[in-house]
C-alpha cells in the first residue's frame, strides 16, 4: 500500500471537522440551495453554487475567530454565496450594473407582492446581479434591507437603491407591454459533443469498457460532485469508478437526456417487470478535441438529484446520503 502523504495526512486530519461544520450548516441547506438557484436560475450553475458557498466557508473559518461580533450561520452562508456570483457574473462579463448614490433615493416605491412574484421570473432575465441579490433576498427570503445589506457586504441604504432600480423595471415592464422573453439557454456541446455522449452511452450499455476508454483523454478527470474527490487520468478512472466490477447489474442503463439547457447523461434502475425506472445518477460532460476531459457525477447532491427526478419524472433510487 503506498504510504500517504503529509498533505493526505492533513486531509484525513481536517475530515472530522468537517463533517461538524456540515451538521453546524444542514439547517440551512434547503434555504441555501433555494437562494442559489433563485439566483442563478440553472441548477447546474445552482449546484456550483452551492458547493463553492459550503468549501468557500469551511476555508476562512480560521479568520472568523478574529472577528468581535457574533456570525450568524445562515446570514453568513447567504453572504459568501451572493459574493460568489456576483464574482462568477463579472468573470462572465454580466451587464455592468448600474449603481445608485443614496441620497438619491428616498424610498422604495411599493409594488403589490402578487405582482412582483408574478413577474419574478421575467425580473431575473433582466437585472444585474446585485440586484437580483436584493430582490431575492428581501422578497422571496423575507430579510429585512439591514440583513440583506450584510449579505451583500454594503449598507442599507445601497440596498435599497438596488430594490428602487429592480423594482422600476418592474414597473416598466408593466407599464410598456414588455412580454416575457425566454432566454435560451445555449446548449453546451455541439452536435460532434452530443454524438461523443451519445457514444459513451452506447459503450456503457453493452458494457463496453475498452470504448469508453477510447473515449477519455489522457489526463481526463472524473469529479464526485459534493464529496470534493476526484479521479486524475484515464487509467485511475477506468480502475476506479469506471471499473466493471461497479456495473454487473444489468439493470443499469444510462440514456442521453437534455437537462436545463445542458446534454447530461442519465443513469436509470430499468427493471424487467413492470417497476417504474429509477434515476440512480446524472453525469455531465466536457469535451475537448473530441476527447472527453471531465466527467461530473452528481449522485452525493441530494438537492440537484431531487431537482433531476422532478424534471425526469423518474423517482429516485433510494439510497442514503452522508454529508
Known sequence: MTQQT?????????????DQFCAIMNPYRNDLW?????ITRSPWDAEDLFQDTYLKLFTSLSALSHRQQPIHPKSFLFRVATNH????????????????DEAYVGHVA????????????????Y???????????????RFTAAEAAEIIGTTEGAVTGLLFR??????????TGDPAKTLAMASANSDKHQDIIQQYVSCFNQRDFNGIAQLLADHAVFSFVAQGSQEYGRDTIMNASHHPKHYENQNLQAFTRELWGKQAVIFANV????????????LSFEIENDKIIKISGYYFCPEFMEAASLETDLPREPWNWAG
Open 110 to 125: 411599493a409594488v403589490d407582492p402578487f405582482e412582483l412574484h408574478e413577474a419574478f421570473e421575467k425580473l431575473l432575465q
Open 166 to 175: 429592480a423594482r422600476k423595471k418592474l414597473r416598466q415592464m408593466r407599464d
Open 85 to 100: 456570483w456576483i464574482d462568477t457574473c463579472r468573470k462572465r462579463k454580466h451587464a455592468p450594473e448600474e449603481y445608485m
Open 34 to 38: 433555494r437562494y442559489c438557484l433563485k
Open 271 to 282: 427493471a424487467p417487470n413492470s417497476t417504474p425506472a429509477q434515476l440512480n445518477e446524472v
Open 127 to 141: 437585472l444585474p446581479p446585485r440586484q437580483i441579490a436584493a430582490i431575492v433576498l428581501i422578497d422571496a427570503f
Open 6 to 18: 503529509d498533505l493526505q495526512k492533513l486531509g484525513d486530519a481536517t475530515k472530522p471537522y468537517f
